[in-house]
Nanobody, 124 residues
Framework: QVQLVESGGGLVQAGASLRLSCAASGRAFSMYAMGWFRQAPGKEREFVAAVNWRGSITYYADSVKGRFIISRDNAKNTVSLQMNRLKPEDTAVYYC?????????????????WGQGTQVTVSS
């Protein structure tokens, strides 16, 4: 069992940066692939970024590629999402997710555990 708690959301202006963090419980964290997803009001949850168990492979949605960076610290059981050059269309609730596979991609059903989410609002 893994519990995930996101933090770092907030209200920022377009062009600003924000860093989200996800703290995970459980000793097996280092064996899980991790991902970030987001859900805007009235829209389906969508993939944002993923990182493999070692942190050596990352994968991004086209909409955030070049602006967001996913990273993990297995010693601290955390995964982060550095978001730069934020746009109003990045406004959403952001969710951290864990997959018991060592590699995971953009499909929601690849992930086994989810956090409660943190709100990110980008004003124009």
């Amino acid at each position: 069992q893994v519990q995930l708690v996101e933090s770092g959301g907030g209200l920022v202006q377009a062009g600003a940066s924000l860093r989200l963090s996800c703290a995970a419980s459980g000793r097996a964290f280092s064996m899980y692939a991790m991902g970030w997803f987001r859900q805007a009001p009235g829209k389906e949850r969508e993939f944002v970024a993923a990182v493999n168990w070692r942190g050596s492979i990352t994968y991004y949605a086209d909409s955030v590629k070049g602006r967001f960076i996913i990273s993990r610290d297995n010693a601290k059981n955390t995964v982060s999402l550095q978001m730069n050059r934020l746009k109003p269309e990045d406004t959403a609730v952001y969710y951290c997710a864990a997959s018991t596979g060592i590699v995971a991609g953009e499909e929601i059903n690849e992930y086994d555990y989810w956090g409660q989410g943190t709100q990110v609002t980008v004003s124009s």
